[in-house]
């Protein structure tokens, strides 16, 4: 590795050794903040810098905070420290942040600026002064409080296996096993310990739906949905935008992804798939195993992602010599992952629950595409710029995905488990997209009734994942289980309407790899380029950086779809049947 990152910044307003133990240690510099004068352009540019260099340094303390929480559930002294941000910073910040918000709202040089980030910025200050009601942060405390149990609580599921005690990651890894008895027992063992603990996190959703729409109505608003667009700082798209899209799913993606899962069916030997089957491959098709370790996971990741850019390997290097990975499942952990920017030193952490699968891999890239976008963005002057739109972080993550499949030779030792890997990628960049829109569907149903019975929540639940998941998978008998997919969703808990992003993203994502293919380096060029923006520029101008277009149009997607199902026609001849 080239090692060209260096970390961390230097501090100018805070002292180099300051570390916050209590709201104590924050509050002389919320203080100077709303002393300071904002009547020319320097002292508005020595304002700007230190309530970001403030800002980032809370945002690092309390992200460390949740990284060592969600890498070990079971550690209560973790627990704690997370919690006490939660429960004794953050009610103290929220209305010193609100102050220093109507500060900067009132100051004229800022209603006039022309820089478009500025303009961005003062965009995100206006939404959150509408938003904030000093009698909603005793409940938004609260709801952090509900959506950091959601980890904790599937963090420790755990099924028996001959013996053997599985984390449910590690549990999967057996789905994919060509002894369908097998597969049909562990698929068996996951679903009934998910079920064990439904109404316990049937009762946790109820509580945050009741929370939520109480904090939207106590804003001023008819429901949780425009206030959370609103909070998520959707200005370059409504929820019309997300119909479409779920419309154009239906239409344009759906039933390719049928005849994936009939094509499934016809290489086991199948009449029908079952839920235990749709991962499988017959005997002669051993489960790709791209990495055995973490070790392994880590050092074959740096080469990939070097492969593609020196850049991007120096990122992992980097990340790698500071020890912010965490990527093997093991007791404890949170579900998921994560790569977590850490806004101060600027080098992110990545979590994950890796046991050794293509999905794995897949996610290894994902996350790692956020970390490359978050050293793109170290440099930027304001932490308002590096708190990157969920759109543009998930087409930097997502785009790696597609890129990172030039690299599979790192992976794997024979052509022909190369091409299968890419064949699987990118079958999986499509039949995710139906998934997405369903979550996001199912979003959409339940904050527009509150109020609605868990009974209502499983029924509507079916029908939508029955309409998006169409009817290549034969749920009877198992209807039970198929009304509790959704609860293996953990954005539906922890980051509510954050899901419909990953389907903008991939759209975006694929037309990135199209043009890698048609253009070669310009395509990266470009989209380096756009993820070096940050939040310097809108959702819809970084997209149009990257040589791609936001948005659902089903047109664009019958073209992107089509491009794909070409490139997986020319892969087939080199996937063996």
Known sequence: MSQKISLPRRRQFLPDDWQLNSWEDAAPFFEQLELMPLDEPDRLDAFLRCRSELESALDENLAWRYIRMTCNTEDVEKRTAYEYFIESVYPQMAPWNDRLNRKMADCALLRHHTDPGLRLYMQRILAEIRLYRAENIPLLTELKQLESRYGALVGAFLIELDGQELTLPQAAVLLKSPDRALRERVWHLIWDRRAADADTLNDLMDRMLALRHQIALGAGFDSYIPYRFLEL??????????????????????????????????????????????????????????FDSEKQLTERSIKAFANIDPYFGDCLYTMRELGHFDLYSRKGKAPGGYNYPLMETGAPFIFMNAAGTMEDLETMMHEGGHAVHSFLTADLPLGAYRQLPSETAELASMSMELLAMESYPVFFDRSDEVQRARYEQLQRSLTVLPWIAAIDAFQHWMYAHPGHSRTDRAAKWSEISGRFGGVAVDWSGLEWAHALQWQAQLHLFEVPFYYIEYGFAQLGALGVWKRRLELGEQALVDYRAALSLGQTRSVRDVYDRAGVRFGAEPHRIRTLVGFVESYLNQLMTHVPD
């Open 233 to 290: 700082g959707r200005f370059d798209y409504n929820s019309d935008d997300c119909l479409a899209f779920h419309e154009a799913i239906l239409t344009e993606v759906l039933p390719l992804c049928e005849r994936f899962h009939s094509d499934r069916a016809k290489r086991l030997k199948l009449d029908q798939l079952r839920p235990w089957d749709t991962r499988a491959e017959p005997v002669e098709h051993q489960p790709l195993t791209p």
